[in-house]
Nanobody
Framework: QLQLVESGGGLVQPGGSLRLSCAAS????????TAWFRQAPGKEREGISC????????YYADSVKGRFTIDKDSAENTVFLDMKTLKPGDTAIYYC??????????WGQGTQVTVSS
């Protein structure tokens, strides 16, 4: 079955850290540009980080730059999002996305991240 499965969300205090995982099955992430999006209550989904399949360059939204890191383990066919110094404003459902140069893109089911004391 072709799918992305996310894990690692949860409740964390401000200033804390979380590591999200997104495991792909049925296709090879090395041929896909991977990205993380998030959607907070009442807001539109926003792209926050991206890892290019062509040159491994990365992109971060200003809101997470310097705090979040995207990386990939090709052997595990998994992409990660390391989140540090979390803020209440980071509370959202986080989604991973995999998009090839041509063809269908895939979305994970989403994982809830809540930053609260």
């Amino acid at each position: 079955q072709l799918q992305l499965v996310e894990s690692g969300g949860g409740l964390v205090q401000p200033g804390g850290s979380l590591r999200l995982s997104c495991a792909a099955s049925g296709f090879d992430l090395d041929y896909y540009t991977t990205a993380w999006f998030r959607q907070a209550p009442g807001k539109e989904r926003e792209g926050i980080s991206c890892l290019s399949s062509s040159d491994s360059s990365t992109y971060y939204a200003d809101s997470v730059k310097g705090r979040f890191t995207i990386d990939k383990d090709s052997a595990e066919n998994t992409v990660f999002l390391d989140m540090k110094t979390l803020k209440p404003g980071d509370t959202a459902i986080y989604y991973c996305n995999a998009k090839p140069l041509f063809g269908r893109e895939y979305w994970g089911q989403g994982t809830q991240v809540t930053v609260s004391s």
